[in-house]
């Protein structure tokens, strides 16, 4: 099974840019997947953030497009996410995970960043 | 930009009995596009249903998804101690991914 991995700075300045990866194992990011990043505020919902496909195709979600980008490398077998801007309404646990269809069958475990100064 | 109004937002039952979660949707979602996640305290979602009505794998019978249109539904046959738990809704149209706002599932 695939197993995703984040990683990245927990605690982001305000009006800087939030950099997460995701580490994929178990699979190859140029299998015939799209890859999501998805986040949930601190006992809040879930919002879908983007995702990317394997020759860098994206999507994103209206509402976080002006500041986000996300990435592939495939010689990492990994993707990023880019969030600018930030503020403390970005706080929140960040996933990555695999698109199967239409819907998103594979997490990572998660990985709080804390926007703060 | 659909939206998914999840009802109720907690529902307390005890162990043996049958819990049923509602999805709405704002506009119409194709039964293709529907999916139904369960989380955990300090877990990452797990996806249960996706296509309104297919379990994914490893999923145990117990659990059921049924609905179209604008009215979905999630059904637990008989609670097991494991299932009290978050329960989130999914649809995807246009390129977007959204989800309801979840309903916890508490033991009474």
């Known amino acids: 099974q695939v197993q995703l991995q984040e990683s990245g700075p927990g605690l982001v300045k305000p009006s800087g840019t939030l950099s997460l990866t995701c580490a994929v194992s178990?699979?190859?990011?140029?299998?015939?997947?799209?890859w999501s990043w998805v986040r949930q505020p601190p006992g809040k919902g879930l919002e879908w953030i983007g995702e990317i496909y394997q020759n860098g195709r994206t999507n994103y979600n209206p509402s976080l497009k002006s500041r986000v980008t996300v990435s592939v490398d495939k010689s990492k077998n990994q993707f990023s996410l880019n969030l600018s801007s930030v503020t403390a309404a970005d706080t929140a646990v960040y996933y990555c995970?695999?698109?199967?269809?239409?819907?998103?069958?594979?997490w990572g475990q998660g990985t709080l960043v804390t926007v703060s100064s | 930009e659909i939206v998914l109004t999840q009802s109720p937002g907690t529902l307390s039952l005890s162990p043996g009995e049958r819990a049923t979660l509602s999805c709405r949707a704002s506009?119409?979602?194709?039964?293709?596009?529907l999916a139904w996640y369960q989380q955990k305290p300090g877990q990452a979602p797990r996806l249960l249903i996706y296509g309104a009505s297919s379990r994914a794998t490893g999923i145990p019978d117990r659990f059921s998804g049924s609905g179209s249109g604008t009215d979905f539904t999630l059904t637990i046959s008989r609670l097991e101690p494991e299932d009290f738990a978050v329960y989130f809704c999914?649809?995807?149209?246009?390129?977007?991914?959204?989800f309801g706002q979840g309903t916890k599932l508490e033991i009474k």
């Open positions: 999914q649809q995807y149209g246009s390129s977007l991914y959204t």
């Open positions: 995970a695999r698109n199967l269809k239409w819907e998103l069958g594979d």
């Open positions: 178990g699979g190859s990011i140029t299998s015939d997947n799209w």
């Open positions: 506009q119409s979602v194709s039964s293709s596009y």
